[in-house]
Antibody
């Protein structure tokens, strides 16, 4: 069955960096885009990043552009999120999710999600 | 980026039908059929319930249905059951700049 498992979360001081990983199994990794979505405590879902099947195309919202970098290693079926210059407002549970899409890699939906990984940036 | 607009809460009795609205603009909900809905129970990951406005993934009950009119999409839950009590989020592609994925603020469904 399709599985996505996040790792690498924890407590990190403001201004520091952290890298999340998402290990996948149960599907052909190179056939899908993968997204990161976060959820601050008690808040709603917030899209963070997406990477194309071949890793060449990457998109971010303005809130993380220039600080976060999404990447993938297709030989390891693994996705990454490098988070730099972290802020207290980045505190959230971070989910990786498999994407299905049309002509645009953002025009689609997320059909399988990981269990989430908490990142805490204290103020 | 501004979220899509959802009611904060909706409630209903077991067996009733309820609808959750998701309002956007012509740049997202109204312009594309890439609206999806997710169910999230406390402490759990979101689960896809509806994609491309009205399609159901395999294994999702036909009590859940989706529709769209203009800039507003809707999720209807018929024959409400206790296990339907959860948070529900809509999502849509938005064609501003290089494009983005936006979510609604979420709706808490309570089964009375």
């Amino acid at each position: 069955q399709v599985q996505l498992v996040e790792s690498g979360g924890g407590v990190v001081q403001p201004g520091r960096s952290l890298r999340l990983s998402c290990t996948t199994s149960g599907f052909t990794f190179t056939n899908n885009v993968i997204h990161w979505v976060r959820q601050a405590p008690g808040k709603g879902l917030d899209w963070v990043a997406v990477v194309s099947e071949d890793g060449r195309a990457r998109y971010y919202p303005d809130s993380v552009k220039g600080r976060f970098t999404i990447s993938r290693d297709n030989s390891k079926n693994t996705l990454y999120l490098q988070m730099n210059r972290l802020r207290p407002e980045d505190t959230a549970v971070y989910y990786c999710a498999r994407g299905m899409h049309g002509n645009d890699i953002l025009a689609g939906y997320l059909d399988y999600w990981g269990q989430g990984m908490l990142v805490t940036v204290p103020s | 980026q501004s979220a899509l607009t959802q009611p904060a809460s909706v409630s209903g009795s077991p067996g009733q039908s309820i609808a959750i609205s998701c309002t956007g603009t012509r740049s997202d909900v109204g312009g594309y059929n890439y609206v999806s809905w997710y169910q999230q129970h406390p402490g759990k990951a979101p689960k896809l319930m509806i994609y491309e406005v009205a399609s159901r993934p395999s294994g999702i009950s036909d009590r859940f249905s989706g529709s769209k009119s203009g800039n507003t999409a809707s999720l209807t839950i018929s024959g409400l059951q206790a296990e339907d009590e959860a948070d529900y989020y809509c999502s849509s592609y938005r064609s501003t700049g290089t494009g983005t994925l936006v979510f609604g603020g979420g709706t808490k469904v309570t089964v009375l």
